[in-house]
Nanobody, 123 residues
Framework: QVHVVESGGGWVQAGGSLRLSCAAS????????MGWFRQAPGKERELVAL???????KYADSVKGRFAISRGNAKNTVYLQMNSLKPDDTAAYYC?????????????????WGQGTQVTVSS
């Protein structure tokens, strides 16, 4: 059984930083694209950042230059370093995974999801 677990969310003032971590288990993720989506109350789930097993990345325009996604050597972990946080970044952040190298923004394409971790940025 596959498990995807996020950690690292919390409360931070605008301009601050947080680092999210995600660990997946239950199968081999070496060929999987992994990444982060977020969902704020009343809004649709949206892409934050993705990374393939060979290191290709994709970012939402709203986080480019502020967030950085990386992957552990074992390929079953993914991290999101978030700097210069803004109140608009407040949301539940979800880790997701799908097989293959396509950096698709469509959340319906992702097979595995974590339960989410809350990030709250105060002004």
């Amino acid at each position: 059984q596959v498990h995807v677990v996020e950690s690292g969310g919390g409360w931070v003032q605008a301009g601050g930083s947080l680092r999210l971590s995600c660990a997946a288990s239950g199968r081999t993720f070496s060929s999987y694209t992994m990444g982060w989506f977020r969902q704020a109350p009343g809004k649709e789930r949206e892409l934050v950042a993705l990374i393939t097993s060979i290191g290709s990345t994709k970012y939402a325009d709203s986080v480019k230059g502020r967030f950085a996604i990386s992957r552990g050597n074992a390929k079953n972990t993914v991290y999101l370093q978030m700097n210069s946080l803004k109140p608009d970044d407040t949301a539940a952040y979800y880790c997701a995974a799908r097989d293959g190298l396509v950096l698709t923004s469509a959340y319906s394409a992702y097979n595995y999801w974590g339960q989410g971790t809350q990030v709250t940025v105060s002004s």
